[in-house]
């Protein structure tokens, strides 16, 4: 019974120091842009800007696919 007197305070302040670290990740803005690292994966890093990803999560079209592409694919 009197490790009940330590455990539940101890937790509770577990629990606020996440509640804090959450809000604080949130209005920092770590979650402002959850598509463009998810679909950067997608793209070959020969792209030096790496905008591609950013242009079809915007709904921009990346390239013309009637035109065929005049780069070599790379070599291991």
Known sequence: MPALYV???AALLIVAI????FFWAVDS??????????HSILFDDQDPNH???IDEADGQPTADP???ID???PHA
């Open 18 to 21: 996440a509640i804090y670290i």
């Open 51 to 53: 905008k591609a990803a």
């Open 66 to 68: 009637a035109k065929p």
């Open 29 to 38: 803005g770590q979650y402002d842009d959850l598509d463009g690292p998810a």
């Open 71 to 73: 780069k070599a694919p």
């Open 7 to 9: 455990m539940i305070p």
